[in-house]
């Protein structure tokens, strides 16, 4: 089962204005905007969970979200990017922030947001149901009050004993609760926190302060973002991790934060370790900056290191649209690919020469398991998806549960859907010999097989690796 990640917290409509400046308006010194472009995306908490979306979790959005329009747009935004929403009753307006651009460079920010509009007394049965289901939480405060909320607190304290969570806070929310598994503070919300002192070098006085808010806000650890020189994690009494970040020349750091809050919260979910998990999210936020940030962004989009390709299926769809808008050819196949080895790097090469884009259907471990028995597979999903994501010819892949990829297919109704192996594509009755094939040709799609490797198998690499030859459950 995919890991499932909830992220709670106070969301955003943000919204960009982009256009061009070349003259000084007559009436006051001020730059005059010739306005091109509106574009609207998710903010706050709505995009921490939006840009979690491509790195192998579910996520789902627990966030006081109104019924007016700024609203309905902010679930549409949501339903696009793949994110479930589970809103909670406010009343409106929906807080939006602009930002007026022009060259590629802020001109001023406008927040329409007020103040905060009274957040419900209680969480209520379906929220805390998803909070109780969750594999992993993310605490995206805004400061708009949802922290405060008392049965949250209750709900997340009570996660927090079984399951990771992590808390990225701001300066008017709410202290995390008792047992986080990582808060998040920037060097910023740690000075307000605990205020810098004289004489004392940046990292060891980043250190220091961050220890002492460790044990202040009772987290296992504190991982303090430090902008384009990476992130200090502090843990216990162990020296402090200093993870550096890659260079980033240019781009936009808006939403830095929120990259690297989902990372970690999405890696964590996923049963990395806390040094690994930091690691990722660092590379994930320079690479998110590097690409555009904020103004960049799009479901599946550019900053989504280390994997090469999207994971998830909002990234698959995105993948599979932009390759329709230029024209171009949706290509899919599918399989275990379970010790990844050079049989399916031949499939998979040859399956991307077919198109513009290879979409890779994973088997999940529990359909590896009701195909190929309970041995299998060696290698869990997160770890298939993340080395096949790894793969040059690779532009998105996406699990599934079920025996076949019928339902999965039927959504993202590739062009072509490819299958390597010792396969025809009728069997000796005239029906097709793979069960995809038929479906394939509802929307007027092609299965073609590819060449296959012969002697070339996770089977054959499983026997070879054991001293005793018994046989194994599974194939290739």
């Known amino acids: ?6 992220v709670v917290g106070d969301a955003l409509l943000d919204r960009d204005l982009v256009g061009t400046v070349d003259r000084v308006a007559p009436d006051a010194p001020v730059p005059v905007l010739a306005a091109t472009e509106s574009m609207d995306r998710p903010g706050g908490a709505a995009l921490a969970a939006a840009l979690a979306t491509d790195l192998g979790v579910e996520v789902t959005l627990v966030a006081p979200v109104p019924d007016d329009a700024g609203g309905t747009r902010l679930r549409a935004l949501l339903d696009d990017a793949g994110v479930r929403l589970c809103a909670l009753p406010v009343a409106g307006p929906m807080p939006e922030k602009i930002r007026i651009r022009a060259g590629g460079h802020m001109l001023m920010r406008v927040d329409q947001a007020g103040a905060p509009a009274p957040v419900p007394e209680k969480l209520g049965r379906e929220a805390a149901a998803v909070l109780r289901a969750a594999t992993g939480v993310l605490v995206s405060d805004y400061g708009r009050g949802v922290t405060a909320v008392p049965e949250l607190r209750r709900v997340l304290g009570e996660t927090a004993k079984r399951r990771p969570v992590v808390w990225d806070p701001h300066p008017r929310g709410g202290a995390p609760v008792p047992g986080v598994r990582l808060a998040t503070p920037n060097e910023a919300e740690l000075a307000h926190q605990v ?24 987290a296992q650890a504190v991982a303090v973002t430090l902008g384009a020189d990476g992130a200090l994690v502090v843990q216990g009494t162990a020296a402090p991790l200093v993870v550096p970040a890659p260079p980033v020349h240019g781009g936009d750091p808006c939403g830095a934060g929120d990259r690297f809050a989902a990372a970690v919260s999405a890696a964590l979910t996923r049963g990395e370790v806390l040094s690994e998990a930091v690691a990722q999210a660092v590379v994930a936020a320079s690479a ?22 999207a994971i998830g299926l909002a990234a698959a769809h995105a993948v599979a649209r932009a390759t329709r808008l230029r024209g171009g050819t949706v290509v899919a196949t599918g399989g275990c690919f379970d010790l990844l080895h050079v049989g399916h790097l031949s499939t998979l090469r040859a399956a991307r020469k077919l198109g513009d884009c290879l979409i890779v259907c994973l088997n999940s471990d529990r359909s590896v398991r009701s195909l190929k028995g309970p041995t299998r597979p ?26 076949t990829p019928d339902r999965l297919l039927d959504r993202l109704r590739p062009d072509i859907w490819v299958k390597g192996g010792d396969y025809f594509l009728d069997g000796p009755d005239g029906e ?7 479906l394939v040709r509802r929307w007027g799609g092609q299965t073609v097989v590819v060449p296959y490797l012969s002697g070339r198998s996770t089977t054959q690499l499983i026997a070879a690796a054991r001293p005793d030859p018994a046989p194994i459950e599974g194939g290739s």
């Open 432 to 438: 097709p010999a793979l069960p995809e094939a038929e």
């Open 1 to 6: 089962m995919t890991p499932r990640l909830v």
């Open 195 to 218: 205020p810098p002192e004289p004489g004392t070098g940046r990292l060891a006085g980043v250190a220091q302060r961050a220890a002492r808010l460790c044990g202040t806000w009772q």
């Open 378 to 403: 060696v290698v869990p999903q997160t770890d298939r998806a993340r080395l096949v994501a790894a793969l040059d010819c690779v532009d998105a892949v996406v699990t599934f549960d079920e025996l």
């Open 288 to 309: 998110y900056v590097g690409a555009g940030g904020a103004a960049a962004w799009q479901p599946g989009g550019p900053g989504r290191p280390p994997e090469r390709a």
